[in-house]
């Protein structure tokens, strides 16, 4: 079970949040699913709560509209960035909705839920309670000055909007009152020794997620709303309750339930999903930014312990840190930043995924800047990958009749360097398996540097008239290293994969082999398409590429 973060969809999404959640699972999915496991990626657009309420009264729409035309673009950019989804659904789903609904209620009717009156931000002016990002202020645990009501994302604390510090509405501005209001909360405290014990056997956890949560376990866990004051979002089913909605994090986690019971109910296995949920093989694979951590570490994990039923709990929540846009935090407003339809503006969607995921933030902060996009795709992509394998595909064309070589005694460095290449897919699948994408992708551009430095110390351009027989053992062993770089190639640039595939002329497309593959060599004998560049060089300076960026934003904001 692979699951990434909601995407609220109040905007598309920028390359950090791509980065952090849906790239990431994506890469994950793609390398088991060549694995042959029974792998079901899910999650979907996060249409309601504020900060889809913020926006459409900002823009004096509807949510439903907002979140329509939003839904149709999100799904549009995610086909073209190569994300390959089992089931990318929307809150706003019917079965989403009764799922939530039902699985409250068994809360509730467990005795997890009660009511209370509290005193929330009221603001007199829009004659509203402000929840979460209708009302801002300053942090109480960090200072910072623009904690939202619900979470500061500088120092990444859960906050109750009555506790900001010189709290503002979002809307108009002013400041708001204290009103009082009856609210449906979870006792989550009930939950605290069972959640330290899966926190702490949990040795699978990221450093970060794994001593943040017990951070928060060791400080005291609060009751939380499951309510809101808001008029978008799911109806909440309790007896008193009509006035109220759900909160939307409670029903936004509870979302990869419930797209994994819509994906199967389509293929008409409507029982199936508890095989993923329930069954003690399976494993659940989460992948978020680190400002989401409690809400997958803790109030996941409680809600379905809530239930009395046996499911399982999240097996590793992968956590990376933040990527910034050259040293600051990306901005819509301020115009800081790329987003993912203006990254395909500029470049290829596999340049995007090749960059990102090997500069991925998974121990510290990371920092995105034209200069290393530039150097990554000219130097790894063009001039060591795309060049290792345009130069083994074009001898094949122009001196063996476009047909792979038949190897005869292969030497010593022609084992040894297949050996390597075998050793490299290992490496390969096994920091894969520990969510290192960024050793993984290293790991796979290593074999075009074995393949080149094999190919110039060999010299099959100069052996070809003295010893032709060494000349189709050199060009063998590449075009094994060619064919092996197709398969592990395809969880990091699926469409480049695929032309590789083309290229190589094998059946089927690429997305449908398996990992063993690797292990397979190209039949002697067999006929391969014409060498075409995979890749080019970006002769733009980081300047010229800023301002290609700025062109974009204008031409999409039209």
């Not at 809400?295 to 956590?319: G, K």
């Not at 063009?382 to 190897?407: C, E, V």
Request: aromatic content about 12%.
């Amino acid at each position: 079970m692979v699951t990434s973060a909601w995407p609220y969809i109040n905007y598309v999404p920028h390359l950090g949040n791509i980065v952090s959640s849906i790239l990431s699972a994506d890469v994950v999915a793609r390398y088991h699913r060549l694995k042959g496991d029974d792998v079901v990626y899910v999650t979907g657009s996060d249409e309601h709560g504020t900060p889809i309420e913020v926006e459409a009264v900002r823009l004096g729409i509807p949510p439903k509209q907002l979140t329509d035309q939003n839904h149709k673009k999100v799904v549009d950019l995610f086909e073209k960035w190569g994300i390959a989804f089992s089931n990318y659904t929307r809150t706003e789903n019917p079965l989403h909705k009764k799922f939530v609904q039902d699985l409250l209620m068994k809360i509730y009717d467990n005795g997890y839920i009660f009511t209370q009156e509290t005193e929330l931000p009221y603001c007199p002016k829009c004659n509203r309670f402000l929840p979460d990002r209708f009302v801002e202020g300053t942090c109480p645990h960090c200072s910072y000055e623009q904690a939202r009501g619900d979470q500061c994302e500088a120092c990444g604390r859960l906050i109750e909007p009555t506790k900001l510090i010189h709290p503002y509405c979002t809307i108009c501005r002013s400041t708001p009152v204290m009103k009082r209001s009856k609210h449906w909360y979870f006792d989550m405290p009930k939950f605290t020794d069972q959640l330290y014990e899966y926190i702490k056997n949990n040795e699978r956890l990221p450093e970060n997620a794994r001593n943040f949560s017990l951070n928060l376990l060791k400080e005291g866990l609060k009751p939380r709303p499951v309510t809101r004051d808001n008029k978008w979002g799911i109806p909440a089913p309790f007896p008193g309750a009509e006035d109220k909605t759900i909160y939307v994090w409670v029903e936004a986690v509870l979302g990869y339930l419930s797209a994994t019971v819509e994906y199967f109910k389509k293929l008409g296995q409507e029982e199936k999903w508890k095989e993923y949920w329930f069954n003690k093989d399976a494993k659940t694979l989460y992948f978020i930014g680190k400002d989401n951590i409690p809400f997958h570490t803790l109030i996941l994990p409680a809600l379905l312990l809530a239930t009395q039923e046996d499911y399982n709990l999240p097996w590793n929540v992968d956590s990376v840190e933040f990527l910034m846009f050259e040293g600051q935090a990306f901005s819509k407003s301020r115009r800081i930043g790329v987003w993912i339809d203006e990254a395909l503006q500029l470049f290829p969607a596999d340049y995007w995924r090749y960059v990102l995921i090997s500069t991925r933030p998974e121990t510290k902060d990371t920092n995105f800047v034209w200069k290393t996009f530039i150097e990554r795709v000219n130097s790894d992509l063009n001039d060591t990958l795309g060049n290792f394998i345009h130069r083994t595909l074009a001898f094949i064309n122009q001196h063996f009749d476009s047909t792979a070589p038949k190897p005869s005694k292969l030497g010593g460095q022609d084992k040894r360097t297949l050996l390597s290449a075998r050793k490299t897919v290992e490496k390969t699948a096994q920091d894969l398996e520990e969510f290192k994408l960024q050793e993984a992708l290293r790991h796979v551009v290593s074999l075009s540097h074995l393949g080149n430095r094999y190919l110039n110390e060999k010299e099959p351009w100069k052996t070809l008239k003295t010893n032709p027989q060494s000349a189709a053992n050199t060009l063998y062993v590449g075009a094994q290293i060619v064919k092996i770089l197709a398969i592990t190639l395809e969880p990091f640039t699926p469409f480049t994969a695929e032309k590789l595939w083309q290229l190589l002329n094998l059946p089927g497309n690429v997305h449908e082999q398996a990992w063993e593959e690797t292990e397979k060599d190209l039949p002697t004998g067999h006929k391969i398409n014409e060498a075409k560049p995979l890749f080019q060089k970006i002769k733009a300076t980081e300047e010229e590429l800023q301002r290609m960026l700025e062109k974009a934003k204008s031409d999409l904001a039209r």
